[in-house]
């Protein structure tokens, strides 16, 4: 394989590496140190819905040990196989679902005080969002 396209690939998978493990921090910490989530619920005063959790949390660790691997194997052969297309492609949908998921959730979100318009787990959960499109991207 051509060295240009081979380093372009790594490069890639190093990106996305490290956008998955900030929107890891951020989802688990984002909320002064607490668990900050990505949301999905119409009533704002409600919990966060566990379905939408657990989907969240299975694409970002999932992804993550994916690309991992994917990473050290491509390290150690350079053929590109199907099951990584395809894995990027499923990648694309399962990261916009959860950037949608959160980018609909937090733009709307009101916490404790009421009417704060500024607070840092709305800007938070937008960054998990906004990054989770930037993942979707890089798929």
Not at 17 to 39: E, K, M, S, W
């Amino acid at each position: 394989m051509a060295q240009g396209p081979m380093i372009g690939t790594i490069t890639v998978k190093i990106v996305k590496i490290a956008i998955t493990i900030i929107i890891l921090f951020l989802y688990r910490t984002g909320y002064a140190g607490q668990f900050l989530g990505v949301g999905a619920v119409w009533n704002f005063n409600e919990e966060k819905n566990v379905d939408v959790e657990i989907l969240a949390s299975g694409v970002f660790v999932g992804y993550l040990l994916y690309n991992i691997s994917a990473l050290i194997t491509y390290c150690i052969s350079s053929e590109k196989s199907a099951n990584d297309c395809l894995m990027n492609l499923i990648g694309i949908f399962l990261w916009t679902g959860v950037a949608g998921t959160a980018l609909h959730y937090w733009p709307g979100f009101q916490n404790e005080h009421g009417n704060e318009y500024k607070s840092t787990e709305k800007d938070v959960g937008m960054a998990v969002g906004s990054l989770s499109v930037l993942n979707a991207a890089a798929h």
